[in-house]
């Protein structure tokens, strides 16, 4: 059986299995089609709410990005880890306790404000609408890869999927779906990554092997990494190339952009308790911690192969002839991911630092799909790293198309444009706005900002600018007044957004754009970490406005004393 | 909950638990990681230094001990000052 046979059978076989949960959990009622009936136990929750979690972006994108980045991408690996703990302490409980459905929920009650509420809609929506741009990038790359179409039609199959379950099964089916698309990717992700690591240095463990001795020197990975890298020209691997200020801005924004998206917060809702929701908080970071050690064993690891099979005597010799080059770099060349452009006319594949001398160029976001390829391992393992890239992009695009959705028609319509509009009418117009919102993403995702790890980054930054701050001051200030939080959000989004828009083009046009990221506005903070600073003036916009108009009304007061006890969490769930 | 006395109480104790916690969250990442990476530069692990590893792989651990912690903690708390859920 040919490799395109095998990848459509296993790709088939996963996705008839999401789309037979998703059928037989089909969704009734509108409460169940938001928060799964708020049955769901926590491991169950976290293990979904890592599948939800891991995206395009963690699954296709990230190791890759950290192959060619080295240590100076930590931030992602960090950041997209130490966000459960501000959730957990920070977030996760006091919202449980509150018992709504959605987060513009709680900041219209908190902030006693229909202003507010619609922010915090505008807010999510922008932030999850960036974020699914970044995810049907990476379905694009995946599909147009395996199913050998061009990345177009690659990204039109996949949105018609992601809109089949989203649109029919509601959270319910999704909470199941994911559990069955959790344990198909992190099968995925690990198994290619034990075969290499053990090629390359006899450790099983790809964690282990990262830190372990090259079986081929004798001496360790990733000093023979640094070695080889240095023969061509490159920065070392774990040298840090970023200023310290950029790191650090951008592993705050990635952390502070987890606790504050909300297709991850509304995960809390489901679950039974207070004390559920910390533990959930723990078990999703478990299941994601698996993917998160693998993933920088898994970048080292494919750039040591990626230059020994370019150079194949080694790099102080002459590199591969393109006339010999293996089949994955012409099975990539096709999809136009990846290209050779023979500059001093010798046939050979030079692969260098210096740009004008280069021919070899590999976008980031094939990395992880091309790496059992380039390791040559078995047929099976590349069918089953397909099948593992879609399920992750496809089972977070659909959190987020659900977040989207319910905040239209529960945040949106019901509570503002009609308060009349029957079940069966909100329900209809979340799954038109579900729609809606596919089509946007599909048509930007053809033209992305980015590679798939950093749209979604972009994404984490607007989080991080505008829900983070007015959540967090909603439970620990009883004096953030609605002005204050509406000014505060105001403040974050625009600023943020603006930012990113002047080095990424207006809403994400290509050439339209003033500053790049290489020399960006202001010091060296590039849009990506820009979501820290937003993040900054939302504070301390808010703290001043607040402190300059009214204090809050007494019930406001009270409803902040009763959200910090877990006392009482299920008498206020209203239905 | 018995009194507004024992309620700002709790939520005191709950603060500065949230406080340990973040502080030994923020040294093991922006700190061990980032800031302190120069000074830790001489201590080695497989083949590079102990900044590295806190980067890829030790605030990462950190973190999952962290979550379970404060989970166990404040559930204990909770009983401590009759607020858990029944």
Redesign the interface.
């Known amino acids: 059986m040919d490799q395109f046979t095998l990848n459509l059978l296993v790709v088939g076989a996963t996705f008839a299995l999401y789309i037979g949960i998703a059928i037989w959990a089909r969704a009734g009622s509108t409460s169940e089609f938001y928060a799964a009936g708020r049955g769901v136990h926590p491991v169950v929750n976290g293990m979904a709410t890592g599948a939800d979690w891991m995206s395009a972006a963690s699954f296709i994108s990230m190791a890759g990005i950290i192959a060619f980045g080295g240590y100076n991408t930590s931030a992602y690996l960090m950041g997209w880890t130490g966000g459960y703990v501000l959730l957990a302490m920070l977030l996760a409980p006091y919202l449980r306790k509150f018992g709504k459905f959605t987060v513009p929920e709680f900041i219209g009650d908190r902030f006693y404000s229909q202003t507010a509420r619609t922010v915090a809609v505008i807010c999510l929506i922008v932030a999850s609408l960036t974020y699914v741009i970044g995810q049907m990038t990476g379905v694009g790359v995946a599909f147009s890869r395996f199913l050998e179409v061009d990345k177009l039609t690659g990204l039109l199959i996949g949105a018609a999927i992601v809109f089949f379950y989203a649109v029919i099964g509601g959270m319910k089916g999704i909470t199941y779906t994911q559990v069955a698309q959790y344990v198909v990717l992190i099968i995925a992700y690990t198994i290619p990554a034990i075969f290499i690591s053990l090629q390359l240095t006899g450790n099983a463990l790809p964690p282990m092997g990262l830190f372990s001795d090259a079986t081929s020197s004798g001496e360790p990975l990733l000093s023979t990494l640094n070695g080889l890298l240095n023969d061509l020209g490159f920065a070392n691997y774990t040298e840090q190339t970023d200023t310290t200020l950029n790191m650090f801005l951008f592993t705050v924004s990635l952390m502070i952009g987890t606790a504050g998206l909300p297709h991850v917060i509304v995960r809390f809702f489901t679950v039974p308790t207070v004390k559920d929701a910390r533990y959930s908080a723990g078990w999703a970071l478990v299941f994601i911690a698996l993917l998160y050690l693998t993933a920088p064993a898994v970048g080292a690891m494919a750039r040591l192969n990626l230059i020994n099979t370019v150079y194949p005597n080694g790099t102080t010799e002459q590199p591969l002839a393109y006339d010999d080059r293996p089949e994955w770099v012409s099975n990539w060349e096709q999809t136009g991911l990846l290209s050779f452009e023979d500059k001093n006319g010798d046939g050979l594949i030079q692969y260098v630092a210096d740009a004008d001398a280069n021919e070899f160029i590999v976008n980031r976001d094939i990395i992880t799909l091309a790496n059992p390829e380039i390791a040559q391992l078995p047929a099976w393992v590349i069918a089953l790293v397909a099948a593992g890239g879609l399920a992750a992009a496809l089972s977070t695009a659909a959190g987020l198309l659900m977040a989207i959705s319910s905040a239209v028609s529960h945040d949106l319509i019901k509570s503002q444009i009609n308060p009349e509009i029957s079940e069966k009418g909100e329900l209809l117009s979340a799954r038109v706005s579900m729609g809606v919102a596919i089509v946007i993403a599909t048509y930007l995702g053809a033209n992305p900002p980015g590679f798939a790890a950093q749209t979604v980054a972009l994404a984490f930054g607007l989080a991080a600018a505008s829900i983070f701050p007015a959540l967090m001051m909603g439970i620990f200030s009883k004096r953030i007044n609605n002005t204050g939080a509406v000014a505060g959000m105001v403040t974050g989004l625009i600023v943020t957004l603006v930012y990113i828009f002047l080095h990424k083009g207006w809403f994400f046009i290509p050439g339209t754009n003033s500053f790049t990221d290489a020399d960006p506005l202001l010091l060296s903070i590039k849009s990506t970490s820009f979501g820290a600073i937003g993040a900054l003036l939302n504070f301390i916009v808010a703290y001043f406005v607040s402190n300059a108009t009214e204090d809050t009304p007494q019930e406001i007061k009270e409803l902040v004393e009763a959200v910090r006890v877990p006392r009482g969490s299920s008498a206020a769930v209203d239905h | 909950?018995a009194s507004q006395q024992d309620?700002s109480a709790?939520?005191s104790k709950?603060i500065s638990i949230?406080k340990g916690?973040?502080i030994v969250?923020f040294v093991s990442?922006?700190g061990m990681?980032?800031?302190l990476?120069p000074l830790l530069s001489g201590i080695e692990?497989?083949?590079?230094?102990l900044g590295?590893?806190f980067?890829?792989?030790g605030?990462?651990?950190v973190?999952?001990v962290?979550?379970?912690f404060?989970?166990w903690r404040?559930?204990k708390l909770?009983v401590e000052y009759?607020?858990?859920?029944?």
């Not at chain 2, 692990?45 to 230094?49: E, K, P, R």
């Open positions: 909950m309620s709790y939520w709950n949230i916690c973040l969250w990442s922006f990681a980032i800031l990476r692990v497989g083949g590079t230094d590295f590893w980067a890829q792989q605030s990462i651990l973190f999952l962290l979550i379970f404060y989970a404040m559930h909770d009759g607020v858990d859920e029944e």
